[in-house]
């Protein structure tokens, strides 16, 4: 199997641009996936196929892609933003998924 | 819209067995592949289990190989995990999480709606 990185944590004002990284070697092939999971809930799918985002999430939530590194980027952070965000990846045979260890976005 | 509602959670003794079950409403549970995803307390999400839509293809990561099983019941809109042989680290909420295509093959790649999970504490 193989191992996704993001860093623990990320700290951002109100209003600034928070950007979480997550690496791995399946990711110049395979695509990668975002979520967000808020204390005492469920996770919650913000971005997908590396760069689309799901109806209902704001446009402020962006995704990108970079050889083995994909990036979840939120412009204009506010309060509620604040919560763990994890990428995750898939096999090329859909048989095996991996999380990144989670990365927690702390608004100040 | 897309509901699924986790059940069968609670305490149990090391070396027991529970089976957890998903009940699926708002979309067609025969048409998609599910998954189970679980977190232990205070830590990231790992995934378990996935089921294709038909109940032909099942895969599981290697640290429930054996010991947990995936099925569905699809008359029932009705997800389940049987798991044998619990462990202490087992301890963690469990989710049912909707898959984004039939997951058989290569067909699946993420998570597009999750229940609120159930949480299994394995405790003597």
């Known amino acids: 199997s193989y191992e996704l990185t993001q860093p623990p944590s990320v700290s951002v004002s109100p209003g600034q641009t928070a950007r979480i990284t997550c690496s791995g070697d399946?990711?110049?092939?395979?695509?990668a996936y975002w979520y967000q999971q808020k204390p005492g809930q469920a996770p919650v799918l913000v971005i997908y196929?590396?760069?689309e985002r799901p109806s209902g999430i704001p446009e402020r939530f962006s995704g990108s892609s970079s050889g083995a590194t994909v990036t979840l980027t939120i412009s204009g952070v506010q309060a509620e933003d604040e919560a763990d965000y994890y990428c995750q990846s898939a096999d090329s045979s859909g048989s095996s998924f991996v999380f990144g260890s989670g990365t927690k976005v702390t608004v100040l | 819209q897309v509901r699924l509602v986790e059940s069968g959670g609670g305490v149990v003794q090391p070396g027991r067995s529970l089976r957890l079950s998903c009940a699926a409403s708002?979309?067609?549970?025969?048409?998609?592949?599910v998954h189970w995803v679980r977190q232990a307390p205070g830590k990231g999400l790992e995934w378990m289990s996935v089921?294709?839509?038909?109940?032909?293809?099942?895969n599981y990561a290697d640290s429930v190989k054996g010991r947990f099983t995936i099925s569905r019941d699809n008359a029932e809109n009705t997800l389940y995990l049987q798991m044998n042989s619990l462990r202490s680290e087992d301890t963690a909420v469990y989710y049912c999480?909707?898959?984004?295509?039939?997951?058989?093959?290569?067909?699946?790649?993420?998570?597009?709606?999750w229940g609120q999970g159930t949480l299994v504490t394995v405790s003597s």
């Open positions: 999480a909707k898959g984004d295509g039939h997951c058989s093959g290569s067909s699946c790649s993420y998570f597009d709606s």
């Open positions: 708002g979309f067609t549970f025969s048409s998609y592949g």
């Open positions: 089921i294709s839509y038909d109940g032909s293809d099942k």
């Open positions: 399946p990711l110049p092939k395979q695509f």
């Open positions: 196929k590396d760069s």
